[in-house]
T-cell receptor
Framework: DADVTQTPRNRITKTGKRIMLECSQTKGHDRMYWYRQDPGLGLRLIYYSFDVKDINKGEISDGYSVSRQAQAKFSLSLESAIPNQTALYFC?????????????FGSGTRLTVV | RKEVEQDPGPFNVPEGATVAFNCTYSNSASQSFFWYRQDCRKEPKLLMSVYSSGNEDGRFTAQLNRASQYISLLIRDSKLSDSATYLCVVNSDYKLSFGAGTTVTVRA
């Protein structure tokens, strides 16, 4: 099993629908992140969480919300999806207190809003 | 200004060639630096960390210049399997900031 699992892998949804992207990890890492990737823009941070009671907005949080249900689970919701939220979404985890340690990414969720 | 900027390329090189590219970052307080590799819109994977003294990992050499705020990656003896997008990544305040990537294509 993958260390960081994202579901679904692909999703097509209609404008205005609510959708949840899920992320779970088996690495025991406290820190979890949600990024989106668009062509030519790189990965941009949506939300991040350093532990179960800690939620922080990233640079592009508008239109998104998150829930950290447990150390291992971090979900991203689009309350009312719009076409410009079509993107590749990645969840990532990071080992705490080791800033020289990179991320472990999930395989991504390809979301299309029509 | 973007936090991390990279030349998008593409760099098209023959097998066996050396290819090098840089990225620049804007936050002088950045703490750590990485190169990630991404294939065909799959998840990014850590290629190597970048240390102040420079470091090598096989055919890959990374350099950091804090004074000028740039990071470089050099690939020697390029293989077909090196074809990918290379992401420059900077850690500031416990969050990673990503460049948009440099695409490298190695041809036979």
């Amino acid at each position: 099993d993958a260390d960081v699992t994202q579901t679904p892998r692909n999703r097509i949804t209609k404008t205005g629908k609510r959708i949840m992207l899920e992320c779970s990890q088996t690495k025991g890492h406290d820190r979890m992140y949600w990024y989106r990737q668009d062509p030519g823009l790189g990965l941009r941070l949506i939300y991040y969480s350093f532990d179960v009671k800690d939620i922080n907005k990233g640079e592009i949080s508008d239109g998104y919300s998150v829930s950290r249900q447990a150390q291992a689970k971090f979900s991203l919701s689009l309350e009312s999806a719009i076409p410009n939220q079509t993107a590749l979404y990645f969840c990532a985890t990071q080992r705490p207190q080791l800033t020289n340690y990179g991320y472990t990414f999930g395989s991504g969720t390809r979301l299309t809003v029509v | 200004r973007k936090e991390v900027e990279q030349d998008p390329g593409p760099f098209n090189v023959p097998e066996g060639a050396t290819v090098a590219f840089n990225c620049t970052y804007s936050n002088s307080a950045s703490q750590s630096f990485f190169w990630y590799r991404q294939d065909c819109r799959k998840e990014p994977k850590l290629l190597m960390s970048v240390y102040s003294s420079g470091n090598e990992d096989g055919r890959f050499t990374a350099q950091l210049n804090r004074a000028s705020q740039y990071i470089s990656l050099l690939i020697r003896d390029s293989k077909l399997s090196d074809s990918a997008t290379y992401l420059c990544v900077v850690n500031s305040d416990y969050k990673l900031s990503f460049g948009a990537g440099t695409t490298v294509t190695v041809r036979a």
